[in-house]
């Protein structure tokens, strides 16, 4: 097991509480276990949050999951600032190695107070996730994410993130209630902001990498409101203004306008 994969001591323990309840729950029918997200980025803060994947030699059963679920019951109301800051799925080596619409759903916790494990769909857009562990993911334990999965092209980046807007962006036009809430708001612009790096260059960035690219290309009003959003995140307590929440939908607008080639190209 890698003792210390993170430069962050309180990180480091967070993980290994993890670590050491799923190997009591799932034993030997572990394959691997993996951060990734902005630890793997290298830009974590103290506004993120832990990104990690656990691959099992089988898809989790009802038994397993049961146990897990009681697990991060625990985790989740433990004492650690980082215990309701863990984001992460478990998938099987079979689902982990491509995406397949017939086994989508996988269990699933999110970060924040009192999120329980679920089963959640893993949809094409979850291929950000595929390419930044077989790029970049810090192995917790076994092999190395890149034998696990099958290169990620920037075709098909580009396609998730466009099922990305006409899946997420399209409901948060339709139901903006959810761009009122603290903390949600900035996370929309920063997330569009690296939709947009994707579509053009057919990579992934890091919030603050595609956030610093963005402004210079997309220009007023928008750099103003990425800069809000940025400093936001680090107040996620806070309600957005009206003003932003309307120029986060109209970001939202833009952006499918340009996946769609609707709009002025992006040229930086």
């Known amino acids: 097991m890698n003792a210390h994969p993170t430069p962050y001591a309180d990180v480091n323990q967070m993980v290994h509480m993890l670590v050491t309840d799923i190997r009591a729950v799932l034993g030997e029918s572990i394959t691997g276990i993996y951060l990734d997200g902005s630890l793997a980025y290298g830009d974590f803060d103290e506004a993120s949050d832990i990104d990690f994947l656990v691959v099992t030699a089988e898809r989790v059963s009802e ?35 491509r995406y397949d619409p017939a086994d989508a759903y996988h269990p699933n916790i999110e ?13 094409a857009g979850w291929m950000t996730h595929r390419y930044v562990l077989r790029e970049r993911g810090i192995v917790i334990d076994g092999p190395p994410a890149r034998t696990l999965i099958d290169p990620v092209s920037p075709d098909d980046l580009r396609s998730a993130m466009r099922g990305v ?15 009122n809430s603290a903390g949600y708001q900035p996370y929309a612009v920063l997330s569009l902001c690296r939709i947009l790096y994707t579509l053009h260059r057919g990579t992934i960035a890091s919030k603050q990498a595609a956030a610093q690219w963005a402004k210079p290309v997309l220009g007023q009003p928008w750099e103003g409101l990425i ?5 936001a ?3 996620p307590g806070t309600a957005p203004m009206p003003e932003d929440v309307k120029m986060t939908q109209d ?18």
């Open 63 to 97: 038994a397993q999951f049961a146990a897990l679920h009681d697990m991060h019951a625990r985790l989740n109301a433990g004492p650690s600032q980082w215990a309701t800051q863990l984001e992460g799925s478990y998938l099987s080596r079979i689902a982990v190695r």
């Open 233 to 235: 995140r680090q107040r």
């Open 227 to 231: 800069e809000r959003a940025w400093l």
């Open 111 to 123: 970060r924040g107070s009192g999120q329980q494990l679920k089963w959640a769909q893993h949809d």
């Open 165 to 179: 807007l006409g899946g997420w962006g399209t409901q948060l036009l339709a139901e903006p209630v959810w761009l």
């Open 251 to 268: 970001l939202i607008r833009l952006v499918i306008k340009r996946s769609r080639g609707e709009s002025r190209p992006v040229t930086a």
